[in-house]
């Protein structure tokens, strides 16, 4: 129930055509194209996103480098010390890959019942898919700024915050926030 609720909110921009392209593909696929798009940005178009690189003092940047009606690709900066809090992607997959500085990542899987986030340190030209049920927390735990660059299938809308309780191994949802201040 809980996911067929985040896959309907993540197709529910498309157009009849783009949801028909969209289920013939396949999540798997297009999580796969996911990664292999973050890391071709990352090492095949440097001209593209490291003429944004620069120190950022407090918070997050973000820049769209590409977008089309199944993929976007982001640019993404990250200040020493921001935390972006416990968060889902409403559904869409996507891949994470970081190009400068360091991030460090607790995540885990929905439904989330009886888990512990696990955590992972994500340095320069590492990265990973992430699946329509992959909720997690990203740290600029550095004294450098991070960048990394975010491909979302199909593009992202909404994300849903979370609030985890450790020592029951639940989490529980703290609101619907806009991709725009979530990223
Ligand atoms: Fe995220």
């Known amino acids: 129930m809980h996911s067929m609720t985040l896959v309907s909110s993540a197709t529910s921009n498309l157009n009849a055509r783009e949801a028909g392209l969209l289920k013939r593909v396949g999540s798997s ?9 973050a890391q071709r940005f990352a090492r095949d ?5 490291a003429s944004l690189v620069e120190p950022i003092a407090c918070g997050r940047r973000f820049y769209r480098l590409y977008s089309d009606h199944l993929y976007e690709v982001w640019l993404i900066g990250w200040s020493p010390g921001v935390c972006l809090p416990l968060h889902d992607h409403g559904g869409v997959s996507g ?13 885990g899987s929905l439904p989330f019942n009886g888990q512990t986030l696990r955590r992972r340190a994500l340095a320069r030209g590492e990265g990973h898919a992430l699946d329509t049920q992959h909720v997690h927390e990203v740290t600029n735990t550095g004294n450098v700024t991070a960048y990394s660059i975010h491909a979302y299938t199909p593009r992202l809308r909404l994300m849903n ?23």
């Open 29 to 37: 696929a297009r999580r796969s194209t996911a990664l292999v798009l």
């Open 45 to 49: 178009a440097t001209e593209v996103w």
């Open 95 to 107: 891949a994470i890959y970081v190009v400068h500085g360091a991030l460090d990542e607790r995540f």
């Open 161 to 183: 915050g979370y609030v985890v309780d450790e020592a029951q191994g639940t989490l529980a949802r703290n609101g619907l926030v806009e991709h725009t201040e979530w990223l």
